[in-house]
């Protein structure tokens, strides 16, 4: 059986074209439309204050949430007329918090993730299951794949979440607040296995509170504004203390750590 894909076959490329996220209770504004292109390889942040909408963002480019205006393209191909099976095997979202949906392991949690690359009444296969218990092995997870989900830690079960999101091995990766409930050691696992991830071609976008991870680790940066139009590039040139303390309307001191910047919050 060569049914299981392990990597993207073609470079992928998520488009935005004059995009209006239906950020709940917000008016919409012509000037926030989001026109860019996200490409393999590249690893995204998403940034912004409480409530701007990264989250809603992140749903709409799952099509969890339907866009205001503006189109969505995977490969040229429209998002929202793709069919559910074909967007499951390529787009994968990782969310905030973890809901309980049924009672079940962590073994069986991961293999979730294959469950887009299956067909109909089709069982796993030895393929998959090689997939998710390479997926537990990297996240540290090969003890705990007996425990009941439910039994977990919050950062236990990002960890999980992680692993799920790797076994199902999208070509897009979209990735609510990776470090959410993860220690020191564990943030930096998380990050490593997203840049893994870009690293074999994969295109990972997600949404970040903490602007020295992204300086750390991503290529390109969206900043989301409550009141200013969006801008997005490159992490190197958006990054700076003038476009980060508008963003969050804090102020910041910065320094410099091992030739990036370091931003520091003050009273
Ligand atoms: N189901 C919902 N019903 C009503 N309002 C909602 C719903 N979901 C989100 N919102 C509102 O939409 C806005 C954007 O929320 P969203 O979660 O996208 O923001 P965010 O930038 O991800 O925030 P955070 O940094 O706090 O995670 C917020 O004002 C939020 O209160």
């Known amino acids: 059986m ?36 996200f490409q393999a390889g590249q690893m ?11 989250t809603s963002l992140l749903h709409t480019l799952a099509t969890l949430l339907p866009q205001a205006s503006g189109s969505i393209a995977l490969n040229d191909q ?24 049924f009672p079940a392991t962590v073994l ?3 293999m979730l993730g294959r469950f887009p690359h299956l067909s109909p009444w089709e069982r796993e296969t030895d393929q998959d ?29 990002q960890r999980v979440a992680l692993a799920t999101l790797m076994a199902q091995s999208p ?8 470090t959410n409930h993860l220690d020191l050691r564990y943030q ?26 992204a300086t750390q680790w991503c290529s390109h940066v969206l900043l989301l504004y409550p009141d200013r139009p969006p801008i997005w590039g490159t992490a190197e040139a958006l990054l700076t203390k003038d476009n980060l303390e508008p963003l969050y309307s804090q102020k910041l001191a910065v320094t410099a750590l091992e030739g990036k910047p370091l931003f520091i919050p003050v009273a």
């Open 44 to 54: 995204w942040g998403v940034l912004g204050p409480n409530g701007v909408g990264k």
């Open 78 to 101: 429209l998002v929202s007329k793709m069919p559910r099976s074909s967007l499951a095997q390529q787009l994968g979202i990782m969310f905030q918090e973890h809901q309980d949906g």
């Open 171 to 178: 070509s897009v990766w979209l990735v609510d607040e990776p």
């Open 188 to 213: 930096v696992e998380a990050m490593k296995v997203l840049a893994e991830q870009a690293a074999t071609g994969r295109l990972v976008v997600m949404s970040l509170h903490d602007v020295n991870v």
């Open 108 to 110: 069986e949690t991961v």
């Open 2 to 37: 060569t049914r299981v894909s392990v990597g993207a076959s073609t470079p992928t490329c998520l488009r935005l074209k004059d995009l209006l996220v239906a950020v709940p209770n917000k008016v919409l504004d012509p000037a926030n439309a989001l026109s860019l292109s």
């Open 129 to 157: 299951l090689s997939l998710v218990l390479a997926s537990l092995e990297r996240l540290d997870l090969l003890a705990f794949q007996e425990r009941p989900l439910r039994d977990l830690s919050g950062g236990e079960r």
